[in-house]
């Protein structure tokens, strides 16, 4: 995650190798990690860049883990800015 200070929305970039599956499987996490970004785009600072790299168990996660997960990640960010 990388606050650079720029006056613009927030940005989300994935990163899901090989290994999290076949391509149907490896764009099925990309749309559930797209969807969770984009209900938590509001509580993500202007201007911030953050990078979430999809291990080999979400291709099995659900979409309320995932939420979860994204959730809590993002929640250690108003932690370490107060």
Do not use: H
């Not at 291990?55 to 929640?75: F, H, Q, T």
């Amino acid at each position: 995650m990388l606050t650079t200070g720029e006056s613009r929305a927030a940005r989300f970039g994935f990163i899901i190798s090989k290994q999290v599956g076949t391509a149907v499987v490896r764009n099925t996490v990309r749309r559930r990690l797209k969807a969770v970004c984009a209900e938590a785009l509001d509580r993500v600072p202007e201007g911030t860049d953050v990078v979430i790299r999809a291990l080999p168990a979400s291709a099995s996660a659900s979409y309320a883990e995932l939420s979860a997960d994204v959730n809590r990640c993002l929640g250690r960010l108003s932690q370490v800015r107060a």
